[in-house]
DNA sequence: TTGACTAGACACCAATTAGTGTCATATAAT
DNA sequence: ATTATATGACACTAATTGGTGTCTAGTCAA
């Protein structure tokens, strides 16, 4: 899936389901090896295998090995990026609601 | 570009550069036709045109028809999703930050 | 030390994506 | 009435994506 160079930003990373699942399982373990993750879905391992890559190349994930494991970390910190940029456009919606509000005070 | 059916998620539609840049154009003018819409881009009218298409099914874009123009327009409601998604993880770098609080005040 | 387990590295494939160009149509302007 | 503008609708293409299977190597256990 993307084995030439960098390039994978966190909103590409987040796009895709299995990606967030993983993603998910991670925050409630505090670390778990490729074959544990696999489990939950139905594609083989050598496919949660590059979803996580692609989640290493953002930053979301940090592996380490451990004997013959490799285990995975979750790195939420790239997601700030996210969070910016999402906040940025809550005025509109907030305004929308600040509009609601006046027309229902003016009723 | 998903001529067929729905299944375009609000993740998908701003994992591309080009439809982020889109939603500040439309952030800052209220109402643009898709031929102004095209002109900041080196690409054609036709996938610009496309990518609105993609924004449009995610519910970040309404269009309506004003002569022979169509006009596009911002709606930000969809963002609370991944808005939501996200702050789920916030605790994570809060508890990064506050383990680092503990750290320096310990010091 | 033999065998089972975990995972990386490849090669391969089908479906999708992001772009292109062309043609048709509706509207506006001269 | 004619011409220019704005866009939709298609057909096409190259690159990317998300998945597969196989082979190899390191590690753990009996």
């Given amino acids: 899936m993307n084995?030439?160079?960098q390039a994978h930003d966190v909103y590409v990373a987040i796009a895709d389901p299995t990606r967030r699942k993983l993603l998910r399982l991670l925050a409630e373990e505090e670390e778990l090896p490729l074959y544990k993750l696999t489990a939950p879905f139905q594609m083989g391992r050598t496919a949660v295998s590059k979803?996580?890559?692609i989640l290493k190349e953002a930053?979301?994930?940090v592996?380490?090995?451990v004997g013959r494991e490799t285990?995975?970390?979750i790195n939420a910190d790239p997601l700030r990026e996210i969070k910016d940029w999402v906040s940025f456009y809550?005025?509109?919606w907030n305004h929308n609601v600040a509009?609601?509000?006046n027309l229902l005070?003016?009723?």
Same sequence: chains 1, 2.
């Fill in 71 to 73: 285990r995975y970390r």
């Fill in 105 to 107: 005070g003016e009723e």
């Fill in 51 to 53: 979803h996580l890559a």
């Fill in 99 to 101: 509009l609601l509000k």
């Fill in 63 to 65: 592996d380490r090995k």
């Fill in 90 to 92: 809550e005025k509109f």
């Fill in 59 to 61: 930053g979301l994930v």
């Fill in 3 to 5: 084995e030439k160079n």
